[in-house]
């Protein structure tokens, strides 16, 4: 359930970052993650100060464009993407709630966030 794709955030910039999810019961992970029924998403951030961005769904940092295709936007402002830790090949978690079972995926060294060119 992981992506191949690298996600870039430039610090201070505002950044939507299309994300898809695919099953852990597919060998080769093609098929779609079935988000139907989810009661929470969540995606973690690391940022500068060792601490963690958290985006919720609940509160409309993640907004969900298609459940069956398991395919969902993470909302960042400019101020948030200021806060994140710079570096290459930094992983991101994403959690998801389906009734009372607990997903956590790991999107791993795939961000990159850079500071603002001047």
Same mark, same amino acid.
Request: glycine letters at 6%.
């Given at each position: 359930?992981?992506?191949?794709?690298?996600?870039?955030?430039?610090?201070?910039?505002?950044?939507?970052?299309?994300?898809?999810?695919?099953?852990?019961?597919?060998?080769?992970?093609?098929?779609?993650?079935?988000?139907?029924?989810?009661?929470?998403?969540e995606v973690r951030f690391k940022k500068q100060?060792?601490?963690?961005?958290?985006?919720?769904? %609940?509160?409309?940092?993640?907004?969900? +464009?298609?459940?069956?295709?398991?395919? !969902? /936007?993470? *909302? =960042?402002?400019?101020?948030?993407?200021?806060?994140?830790?710079?570096?290459?090949?930094?992983?991101? %978690?994403?959690?998801?709630?389906?009734? +009372?079972?607990?997903?956590?995926?790991? !999107? /791993?060294? *795939? =961000?990159?966030?850079?500071?603002?060119?001047?």
């Amino acid at each position: 359930m992981t992506t191949n794709e690298t996600v870039k955030i430039v610090q201070g910039e505002d950044r939507v970052l299309k994300l898809r999810l695919r099953s852990p019961t597919c060998e080769d992970e093609t098929e779609p993650f079935d988000l139907t029924g989810n009661t929470e998403i969540e995606v973690r951030f690391k940022k500068q100060d060792g601490t963690t961005l958290s985006k919720l769904k %609940t509160t409309g940092g993640v907004v969900v +464009t298609n459940l069956i295709l398991g395919k !969902f /936007d993470v *909302v =960042l402002s400019d101020a948030e993407t200021a806060l994140l830790k710079i570096g290459s090949r930094q992983s991101f %978690t994403v959690v998801v709630d389906i009734g +009372t079972t607990r997903r956590v995926i790991n !999107f /791993d060294s *795939v =961000l990159t966030v850079v500071a603002p060119s001047v």
